[in-house]
């Protein structure tokens, strides 16, 4: 019910944008995440947005350079991230939660599948 894209290979400095499409019954009741698992590493919470009032929330690590965000009309959630550097390198998730919790894997109920983001030096 989740399907993620976007992800590519870049320079560090560059940009990306994600997609994550979900259907109209998951998008106007679940709260949306963003994760990523770099090689050897856990799951790591990235950004989150809430469906009804828009709140956002991230990661220390991106604040300043990633921005979530949604378009309703179109039932899409983006990650649009800038000033790429190569310890953003990892496989992307979106991810659908109905809890009030949102920057733990546990709390959410859907995931997609991942999208590989690659920055190289």
């Known amino acids: 019910q989740l399907q993620a894209s976007g992800g590519g290979l870049v320079h560090a400095g560059g940009c990306l944008r994600l997609?994550?499409?979900?259907?109209?019954?998951?998008?106007?009741?679940?709260?949306m995440g963003w994760f990523r698992q770099a090689p050897g590493k856990e799951r790591e919470f990235v950004a989150a947005?809430?469906?009804?009032?828009?709140?956002?929330y991230y990661a220390d690590s991106v604040k300043g350079r990633f921005t979530i965000s949604r378009d309703n009309a179109k039932n899409t959630v983006y990650l649009q991230m800038d000033s790429l550097k190569p310890e953003d390198t990892a496989v992307y998730y979106c991810?659908?939660?109905?809890?009030?919790?949102?920057?733990?894997?546990?709390?959410?109920?859907?995931w997609g599948q991942g999208t590989q983001v690659t920055v190289s030096n």
């Open positions: 991810a659908a939660s109905y809890s009030i919790i949102l920057t733990m894997t546990t709390r959410y109920d859907y």
């Open positions: 997609s994550c499409a979900a259907s109209a019954r998951m998008f106007s009741n679940y709260n």
């Open positions: 947005i809430r469906w009804s009032s828009g709140r956002t």
